[in-house]
């Protein structure tokens, strides 16, 4: 099998041994192949998306870098909007590191370097640890 996928809702999919020129698509006929190529396509451009090569803290931030405390101090993924409201004392919807002091964390989570962590940018740091 042989996965198409160019951002289309559907992408497309060829059974290239029996038949190598591509003339049907069989995404709509087979579409758990589809979701299972798909899983595969994702599994894989998730490991793409952070070059070795960058110089960032982020790139080289590594699970057993971060402490057992931590850890601890970082929620569950369903408990992000409550942790995170908790935190955000004067409710301006961003913590500040006077809200969150916990410098290095506070600095791995904030990517954009603006000085204050949104939601969204917890979010993606608790994803990118665990997908590590
Ligand atoms: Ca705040
Ligand atoms: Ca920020």
């Known amino acids: 099998m042989k996965l198409v996928w160019s951002g289309a809702v559907q992408g497309e999919l060829y059974d290239v041994v029996n038949d190598p020129g591509e003339s049907k698509n069989l995404a709509s006929e087979r579409p758990n192949d589809v979701k299972r190529l798909k899983a595969l396509l994702d599994a894989w451009s998730a490991q793409m998306a952070e070059p070795k090569w960058q110089p960032t803290p982020r790139a080289k931030l590594k ?38 002091p916990r410098r290095r964390l506070f600095q791995m989570m904030d990517t954009n370097r603006d000085g204050l962590v949104t939601i969204d940018e917890v979010r993606k740091f608790l994803e990118t640890i665990r997908g590590l």
Not at 80 to 94: E, P, S, T
């Open 63 to 100: 699970p057993n870098q971060l402490t057992a405390n931590q850890r601890a101090a970082l929620p569950q993924s369903e408990q992000v909007k409550q942790w995170f409201d908790r935190l955000d004392a004067n409710k301006d919807g961003k913590l500040s590191a006077e809200e969150f």
